[in-house]
Every structure is written in structure tokens, then in C-alpha cells.
């Protein structure tokens, strides 16, 4: 996948909840910019790294793209740096819009689950689909009223009878009833769940009797980290026949790159796809957020910035 690059600038922000910043970015010199559609996302450069925000404002818009950034302490930086160095008038390098979490064009009823800063696309699904007065129901997680952002945008565009906050105070058991919000499966009804991947996983378990297509996720970050694998395993490039290992805690990706190779490469994190090669040989074990369970299942592609292999070597198309 390829990214075309804007210059943008920052024209608004400011601290809309307990550690997220609330960033508009619009062309310096006040152009349209390319349209985008309720769940996308930009890539944002800062410094060498590449960061993934999705878009929390009205689709309809063209002046301005709006992004909420949580300042997370178990990050490599990247939000730290943001919170405490971007402010009014920085310029920005950002990609164009694009979307891994559509909403279906197929669903009669759409249900939204959203999780801290996992509400910025959602609250980009709820402005398009009051704006056609959809059938939806939102539904917003947080610890407390204080650590959720969009509070005030949430209350003014989705009505009261289909907005429902859950404040659980961190205790799990006074969180959101997902058991019985998606026990019964109903054709045409659709979910979609962004936020931390604990929600996300839950969602996905209370949903494994519903149809893969009427559940759409999305998560910021990898699945799993790569500190948590011990083994060590070979990954052989078919096409020089170069062999590298790839120790414990390393991705496959960093090690091509010691060793010289340039391989397509955003978010590292394991949910933007840049990175995606075929698999030639052996069986991956998959650690991003981007493969369906079924693409996972074909055991043909892998994600080589953080997924790794099930046994000791892989072949890629490389």
C-alpha cells in the first residue's frame, strides 16, 4: 500500500479529557481536502516513526480532519511527543484518508461499541448515520465521565435514547452487558467495536455465533507483543535465498532491515497491512489486527512487523 503525503496544519487544540488531546488539522492554505468515509483513518508522521489516528468528525466535511490522541506511558514515544510538542500553527505530514473499518452498506441496524480513545471513529459512524437517520445504538465505555473525550460532540449528535455511556470506575463488573446486548443474533444487525483490545476480544467472543460479516473491528494496537515470544526461528527469502534469524523480541521486519533490506512498512504496530508478504512456506503465527480470521486461517500472507512463525522457519515471497 501506498500513502500520498499532505502538509497540513494544526488550526485548533486542546485537552478534551484525562490524557487526550483533541488535534484539527486543515491545509495551511485553505484548500479542500480529499473526502474520507466514517471509520478511516490517517497515518501521521512524527519524526522517523509512523502513527495511525481515525477521524472523529462529519464525513461531510472537506476543510478539516479531526483526531483524538490518548498520551499512552506503555507507547515508544510517539503520543508523548505529540502531547507535549504539537500545538497551534505546527505542520503536519499525514496521509490521505483510508479505511479499514466501513461501515456495512448491507446492515439494517447498527450497533456501535466504542472504548476510551476508540470512540474517534465510531463518533465519525454515528454523525454519518444520524445524518441519514439510521437505526443505531451507541454505546460508550470509560472509567469515568472525566476520561472520555467527544462528550459533548456524543450529546449533541446522537440522541439521548440511542447514546448510552458506561462508566465502570476500572471494576469490570459494572461495565458494559455485553453477554446480553449480543446474545441474539438478528439478520441485517451489525456491530462494530473499537477501543482497547480486551473490549475488542470480548465483543468478538460474545459474537462468535453471528454471522464473521456482521461483526467489524478495530483495534490500536498489535494484537500481541512480541516481548511475550521466547522462540527463535529462521525467515528465508525465497527469491535471493537469503536466510536471517529472528530472535526473541524482534520482528521479522527489523531484522530485514539490519540486514539491508527495504521492505514496504507504516505502522509497526500490526494493524495498517503495509507490511503484508506471502507466505511461501511454514506457518505463521499471527500477532496483527489486520488479517480476518479466515485470511489468518490460509496461513498465506504474514505481517512482518510483529507476527512470527508457529515452528523454526518461514519462507516469504521476498
Not at 310 to 317: H, I, S
Given at each position: 500500500?501506498?500513502?500520498?503525503?499532505?502538509?497540513?496544519?494544526?488550526?485548533?487544540?486542546?485537552?478534551?479529557?484525562?490524557?487526550?488531546?483533541?488535534?484539527?488539522?486543515?491545509?495551511?492554505?485553505?484548500?479542500?481536502?480529499?473526502?474520507?468515509?466514517?471509520?478511516?483513518?490517517?497515518?501521521?508522521?512524527?519524526?522517523?516513526?509512523?502513527?495511525?489516528?481515525?477521524?472523529?468528525?462529519?464525513?461531510?466535511?472537506?476543510?478539516?480532519?479531526?483526531?483524538?490522541?490518548?498520551?499512552?506511558?506503555?507507547?515508544?514515544?510517539?503520543?508523548?511527543?505529540?502531547?507535549?510538542?504539537?500545538?497551534?500553527?505546527?505542520?503536519?505530514?499525514?496521509?490521505?484518508?483510508?479505511?479499514?473499518?466501513?461501515?456495512?452498506?448491507?446492515?439494517?441496524?447498527?450497533?456501535?461499541?466504542?472504548?476510551?480513545?476508540?470512540?474517534?471513529?465510531?463518533?465519525?459512524?454515528?454523525?454519518?448515520?444520524?445524518?441519514?437517520?439510521?437505526?443505531?445504538?451507541?454505546?460508550?465505555?470509560?472509567?469515568?465521565?472525566?476520561?472520555?473525550?467527544?462528550?459533548?460532540?456524543?450529546?449533541?449528535?446522537?440522541?439521548?435514547?440511542?447514546?448510552?455511556?458506561?462508566?465502570?470506575?476500572?471494576?469490570?463488573?459494572?461495565?458494559?452487558?455485553?453477554?446480553?446486548?449480543?446474545?441474539?443474533?438478528?439478520?441485517?444487525?451489525?456491530?462494530?467495536?473499537?477501543?482497547?483490545?480486551?473490549?475488542?476480544?470480548?465483543?468478538?467472543?460474545?459474537?462468535?455465533?453471528?454471522?464473521?460479516?456482521?461483526?467489524?473491528?478495530?483495534?490500536?494496537?498489535?494484537?500481541q507483543a512480541l516481548a511475550s515470544v521466547s522462540a527463535k526461528f529462521q525467515v528465508v527469502l525465497a527469491r535471493s535465498g537469503a536466510?536471517?534469524?529472528?530472535?526473541?523480541?524482534?520482528?521479522?521486519?527489523?531484522?530485514?532491515?539490519?540486514?539491508?533490506?527495504?521492505?514496504?512498512?507504516?505502522?509497526?504496530?500490526g494493524y495498517c497491512g503495509t507490511c503484508l508478504v506471502s507466505v511461501l512456506s511454514g506457518t505463521p503465527d499471527h500477532r496483527d489486527?489486520?488479517?480476518?480470521?479466515?485470511?489468518?486461517?490460509?496461513?498465506?500472507?504474514?505481517?512482518?512487523?510483529?507476527?512470527?512463525?508457529?515452528?523454526?522457519?518461514?519462507?516469504?515471497?521476498?
Amino acid at each position: 500500500m501506498t500513502y500520498e503525503w499532505l502538509d497540513l496544519q494544526i488550526q485548533e487544540c486542546f485537552l478534551a479529557a484525562e490524557d487526550i488531546r483533541i488535534y484539527e488539522l486543515v491545509d495551511p492554505y485553505g484548500r479542500e481536502l480529499p473526502p474520507f468515509e466514517a471509520g478511516a483513518h490517517i497515518q501521521v508522521r512524527v519524526d522517523h516513526e509512523i502513527r495511525h489516528y481515525s477521524l472523529a468528525n462529519d464525513p461531510t466535511e472537506r476543510r478539516r480532519y479531526v483526531i483524538g490522541v490518548l498520551r499512552d506511558p506503555r507507547s515508544r514515544g510517539g503520543s508523548r511527543q505529540i502531547h507535549e510538542t504539537w500545538a497551534v500553527g505546527h505542520r503536519v505530514a499525514v496521509s490521505k484518508p483510508v479505511n479499514h473499518f466501513p461501515l456495512s452498506a448491507a446492515a439494517k441496524r447498527h450497533v456501535l461499541i466504542a472504548g476510551g480513545i476508540g470512540i474517534t471513529p465510531i463518533l465519525a459512524m454515528a454523525r454519518h448515520l444520524a445524518g441519514k437517520a439510521a437505526d443505531f445504538q451507541l454505546y460508550y465505555c470509560a472509567r469515568q465521565a472525566s476520561a472520555a473525550a467527544f462528550l459533548p460532540d456524543l450529546r449533541q449528535v446522537v440522541p439521548e435514547a440511542r447514546l448510552s455511556l458506561v462508566f465502570d470506575g476500572g471494576d469490570p463488573k459494572r461495565g458494559l452487558n455485553l453477554a446480553a446486548l449480543l446474545e441474539t443474533f438478528e439478520p441485517g444487525r451489525h456491530v462494530y467495536v473499537c477501543g482497547p483490545s480486551g473490549l475488542v476480544q470480548a465483543v468478538r467472543a460474545e459474537t462468535a455465533h453471528w454471522p464473521a460479516d456482521h461483526v467489524h473491528y478495530e483495534i490500536f494496537a498489535a494484537a500481541q507483543a512480541l516481548a511475550s515470544v521466547s522462540a527463535k526461528f529462521q525467515v528465508v527469502l525465497a527469491r535471493s535465498g537469503a536466510s536471517y534469524e529472528v530472535p526473541a523480541g524482534r520482528s521479522i521486519l527489523s531484522v530485514l532491515e539490519e540486514h539491508g533490506h527495504a521492505p514496504n512498512a507504516l505502522c509497526r504496530e500490526g494493524y495498517c497491512g503495509t507490511c503484508l508478504v506471502s507466505v511461501l512456506s511454514g506457518t505463521p503465527d499471527h500477532r496483527d489486527s489486520v488479517l480476518t480470521d479466515e485470511e489468518k486461517a490460509a496461513n498465506d500472507l504474514v505481517a512482518i512487523c510483529c507476527s512470527r512463525a508457529v515452528g523454526d522457519k518461514l519462507v516469504l515471497d521476498i
